[in-house]
């Protein structure tokens, strides 16, 4: 029984954090990466295997596409973590800033998701995974981040859609979450704002959504659902 899971962005925060623990937990990680950084060398000593892959370059996404069904005969599941911010402050590039965050947010995931499904469709065991990490932006926009926010409600909507399309095999859900955990270059005062967004005003760390992702692929009934660990910012 394959126990593969595959995970892109992992050279940093939430996506490193997910392979670290996924991999110690017995799955065979496979992870994405952009950048090269240090830490990628604690997650080769893991055992998981890693790809570089720029998902802005089409030709890039297409040969890890046809390196992973070269290497994987199925997958457990594929978690879409692979993000970028970008803001809306260069009106002159305006289009090229939407495209890009299009691109990683949504036609990447579209694009491995229909290439790898009979992976996962191959898996023996009863169900298999897609896990799609939005944001908690996709239900109240973004004045400064209007692209990236449009971006992660298309990817919103493709859980919708690919949960309807892959049923019963292959469950599809999203992790919609707001600030998890701060930057090393924030603030006191930027952070004081950011905690008094919500109810619970702490940072959630990267262990929500490793809880978030375990609950998912435990589950045997949940399929075409968004679990949003945002510290109740909905109700503030």
């Known amino acids: 029984m394959s126990k593969t899971i595959l995970i892109t962005g992992v050279g940093k925060r939430v996506g490193f954090y997910l392979a670290q623990h996924l991999s110690q937990e017995g799955y065979q990680v496979v992870g994405t990466y952009r950048t090269l950084r240090p830490a990628l060398q604690k997650l080769e000593a ?14 890039q996404t297409e040969q890890l596409i046809a390196e992973l069904k070269a290497n994987y005969s199925s997958l457990r599941g594929i978690i879409h973590n692979a993000s970028d911010w970008l803001p809306d402050k260069d ?38 995974d897609i896990i799609h990490i939005t944001d908690y932006v996709v239900d109240k926009g973004s004045k400064k981040h209007a692209a990236y926010a449009a971006s992660k409600a298309a990817l919103q909507n493709l859980t919708l859609s690919f949960a309807a399309k892959y049923a019963p095999k292959i469950k599809v859900n999203s992790i919609a979450p707001a600030m998890l955990m701060f930057n090393p270059d924030d ?43 945002d510290g109740g910012r909905h109700l503030v």
């Open 46 to 59: 893991l055992g998981v295997k890693l790809f570089q892959c720029d998902f802005y370059d089409i030709a």
């Open 91 to 128: 009106h002159e590039c305006a289009i090229a800033t939407i495209e890009k965050m299009m691109r990683i947010h949504a036609s990447t995931p579209y694009a491995l998701n229909l290439a790898l499904a009979p992976l996962l469709q191959s898996n023996q065991l009863q169900f298999s």
């Open 187 to 229: 603030d006191d005062n930027y952070k004081q704002k950011a905690l008094n967004k919500a109810l619970i005003k702490q940072e959630g760390g990267e262990v929500e959504a490793l809880r978030a992702v375990k609950y998912l692929l435990d589950s045997s009934y949940t399929t075409g659902q968004t679990l949003k660990i």
